[in-house]
């Protein structure tokens, strides 16, 4: 289901295992362009951490550098564009928040996916994309999305996230005969 209303889009999608929520971050990593913000919310174990990764591999982030960046808060990480990868979950308030320097990734030259966004609720601006991850309880494996892009750029970024993935095009077969491509 997706709803779009002026610069906003919010969809719902499944993921059924923990490669699928990684692929579904390789394609969101795909599409991030500099000044993108990407809040993640949920509990524990909702896969927060293995969107990120599949980010960082989409944005073509060397996969042995991609951590959480529990203990030192932001990890800036070199791909297509700088990626920075935020942990508030250890962070108490705005003002502690402040002293990381954290401010100035917002908007900045690489995209910002941050881990327990709604822990510190003004951290960031209100034009972003929401991905709130929950747990399925009847199967462990199945997580639940609710994605919400506010602002022109990030709804178009939600839209293109939940869009179905466009297969390659594959060259017409050659014909014995001529040697040609047919059309």
Known sequence: MAEMSGERFTARRTTRSAAATRRLGARLGGLLRPGDVVALEGDLGAGKTQLVRGACEGADVPPGEVSSPTFAIVATYAGRIPVHHADLYRIADEDELYGTGFGDLVGGEGALLVEWADRIPGALPAERLTLRLSHDAARPEVRHLEL??????????????????????????????????SR
């Open 148 to 181: 919400e892009g506010v602002g022109a750029r990030h709804a178009a970024l939600a839209q293109a996230l939940v869009a179905p993935p466009r297969r390659a095009r594959r060259p017409a077969p050659r014909t014995a005969r001529t040697g040609r491509r």
